[in-house]
């Protein structure tokens, strides 16, 4: 039972463009999420965070959104550049360890 | 350079066999946590260490131990490999046991053949 979801396991995006990547989660517990990036044969790094109080944060190119009631939150990115092309995971946490999405390859085109 | 750093980056090994991966947490960060990432999956929880005690564990195998020591450095026993095993295997440390925010490692990938 998949608790975090990434049901777009790839994304396509033109440089300039606002790319919109989605998570839903299904445990009302998690009051914590985060998005990690992850460019191949390193670790994951850690993009941005929000606590369940909120339902956006910002920071710089990267907005994140929070949709309680939908169990729901989207990370935008504008405008996305060549260098965000990465695997975008999705992670939740009601205190403990976080469960992470199956991520979402995002490639921005020149 | 994240901080947290994990050896041996490749291993390759036979079925049957045991490995063990080891990760050096993040200076003062007292929480250790494994993941498993195979092919196309996401990253799956496998077990935390909070200065030196298991804090939680999630989808790891019977074949699978884990332990952090004093100096707070961790290692994950894996035996008995099965080719199934192959992925990547990554550690994070973080400062406290909440695990608000982790730093992970490069990660260890394990190739059974």
């Known amino acids: 039972d998949q608790q975090v979801k990434q049901n777009s396991p790839s994304l396509s995006v033109q440089e300039g463009r606002i790319s919109i990547l989605n998570c839903d989660y299904t445990n009302s517990m998690f009051d914590y999420f985060l998005w990690y990036k992850k460019y191949p044969a390193e670790g994951p790094t850690f993009l941005i965070s929000?606590?369940?109080?909120?339902d956006k944060n910002e920071d710089g190119r990267f907005t994140v959104f929070l949709n309680k009631s939908a169990k729901h939150l989207s990370l935008h990115i504008v405008p996305s550049q060549p260098g965000d092309s990465a695997v975008y995971f999705c992670?939740?946490?009601?205190?403990?360890?976080?469960?992470f999405g199956p991520g979402t390859r995002l490639s921005v085109l020149p | 350079d994240s901080g947290v750093t994990q050896t041996p980056k490749h291993l390759i090994t036979a079925t049957g066999q045991r490995v063990t991966l080891r990760c050096s947490p993040r200076s003062g960060d007292l929480s250790v946590y494994w993941y498993q990432q195979s092919l196309d999956q996401g990253l799956q929880f496998l077990i935390q260490y909070y200065n030196g005690e298991e804090r939680a564990k999630g989808n790891i195998l019977e074949r699978f131990s884990a332990q952090q020591f004093p100096d707070l450095h961790s290692e994950l026993n894996l035996s008995s490999l099965e080719l199934g095993d192959s992925a990547l295997y990554f550690c994070?440390?973080?400062?406290?046991?909440?695990?608000?925010?982790?730093?992970f490692g490069s990660g260890t990938r394990l190739t059974v053949v």
């Open positions: 929000i606590s369940s109080i909120k």
């Open positions: 994070a440390s973080s400062a406290t046991g909440a695990g608000y925010g982790y730093t």
């Open positions: 992670a939740a946490s009601g205190g403990q360890n976080f469960v």
